[in-house]
């Protein structure tokens, strides 16, 4: 009033318009209650304040007025200095993690994102999301276990480029894996023996269509009409051996909760490698090997029913002659094989026609035959064949003529030096 401006919220209007018939005794205080939804003692204090100061005692008091817990501008300008320094690209939850185990700061990730969107720092933003068909969670532990392989630059150019082969049961969120330096047959069969040995044997594997987890169109081709092989890629070979079901998905979202893990990793793990400042792929394993104790204690659910359906765990041996490398050649008269382009002579008798090589997952090789371990050598040089004289080479009378037609012609060429 008296040229004063108030500004006032809808609700503030309302309750105002109902506390004048109050006080006009258009209505009572206790109807007026009601249709606030606020109590009769408020109602009486409204009244007291609207006769006493006009209608701007119907505004609260506190408005205008600082928070007594209001955050010092101190602590703001110390928390976005040590964000642009040290976390930079961190979201919002993860750098109030860092900021309250690092520096002793708590606040909440509303706040500490409301600062980064008001001075332009948050890195995340939102995605947009294709619509998919839900699937549910298999119900018991170890049902079944999604696998795959993350390439990332995960030591940020400090050291050579990484590939995480990465698992996470489908039941409970628990992840597993372990760091190579490329994704093949030899470390999905090394990393899947980690598992195996820590976890047991899953019942079935969740994984894309790469070669190295399923055979190609040619291997199969030759499998069924050619009868070489077994019409399976050595994974798939190795996890029917050990009775595990092997299901292919046909795109990244088929196999979704791996592919989550990933992305969580690929944020949370790298800057975790940055602070630790890891440079070789051994002090990346021990630095996952830790992180992922936090995760799976952070991000673990309990499955819809309590069972556990790993398998026990086979012997160090049996694990060894499942998970390996294995071709069959043939065997030469001379007992010599070959394989990858390598000659090996067997330095004992036999009655095998078929060698089978195997190669082991710490880099040994075998050569079996009747399911014994025969010995052997690589011969380093392998015998040149002699060549056959050009002479002998010319034996029919039109053949001698075409040659003696060639130094006619050409009779300074060193073919022709060499036919004369």
């Known amino acids: 009033m008296n040229g004063d401006v108030i500004v006032m919220r809808p609700i503030e209007l309302k309750r105002l318009e109902l506390i004048k018939k109050a006080i006009a005794r258009e209505l009572t205080q206790v109807e007026v209650s009601d249709f606030l939804g606020i109590s009769y003692r408020q109602v009486k204090r409204m009244v007291r304040r609207v006769k006493e100061e006009g209608d701007k005692g119907i505004v609260h008091k506190l ?10 501008d101190a602590i703001k300008v110390k928390v976005l200095k040590v964000y642009v320094d040290r976390y930079g690209d961190f979201g919002a939850t993860l750098a109030r993690e860092k900021l309250e185990k690092h520096e002793g700061i708590k ?6 994102r409301k600062w980064l969107r008001q001075e332009g720092h948050e890195a995340t933003k939102r995605r947009k999301r294709k619509h998919r068909l839900w699937r549910a969670r298999k119900e018991y532990y ?7 392989g993350s390439h990332h630059d995960w030591l940020e ?22 760091f190579y330096e490329y994704e093949g047959t030899i470390p999905a069969m090394d990393s899947f023996k980690k598992y195996v040995v820590k976890y047991g044997i899953p019942q079935s594997v969740y ?39 092997v299901i292919h998905a046909h795109s990244p979202q ?22 630790a400042r890891v440079k070789t792929i051994e002090e990346a394993n021990e630095v996952l090997k830790e992180y992922l104790i936090d995760h799976n204690r952070r991000y673990l659910i309990e499955p819809a029913r309590l069972a556990n359906l790993h398998r026990r765990c086979p012997s160090d041996k049996e694990l060894e002659e499942i998970l390996c490398l294995k071709k069959v050649h043939p065997l030469r008269n001379d007992y010599t094989v070959i394989h990858e ?26 050569l ?33 003529l075409r040659v003696e037609r060639w130094v006619n012609l050409y009779p300074r060429s060193p073919l022709s030096a060499a036919l004369s």
């Open 63 to 72: 408005r205008g007025k600082i928070n007594c817990r209001r955050i010092k």
């Open 254 to 275: 088929a196999k979704g909760r791996i592919e989550r893990l990933f992305r969580t990793l690929q944020d949370r793990l790298v800057k975790e490698l940055r602070l």
């Open 157 to 178: 150019g400090r050291g050579p480029r990484l590939v995480l082969m990465g698992y996470i049961d489908d039941a409970t969120n628990r992840a597993h894996g372990w």
């Open 207 to 245: 994984l894309d269509c790469s070669p190295t987890y399923k055979a190609t169109v040619r291997e199969t081709f030759k499998a069924k009409f050619e009868g070489q092989g077994t019409g399976l890629s050595e994974f798939q070979r190795a996890m029917t051996e050990l009775g595990v079901r």
């Open 107 to 112: 606040l909440s990730r509303e706040t500490l």
């Open 341 to 366: 382009s390598k000659l090996y002579q067997v330095m004992e008798r036999t009655s095998t026609r078929s060698i089978e090589v195997r190669e082991f997952i710490d880099g040994r090789m075998a």
């Open 368 to 400: 079996m035959g009747r399911g014994r371990s025969l010995k052997y050598k690589q011969i380093e040089q392998s015998p040149v064949k002699r060549r056959k004289r050009l002479g002998r080479k010319v034996g029919s009378g039109r053949v001698r």
């Open 142 to 148: 170890g049902e079944m276990v999604q696998m795959d």
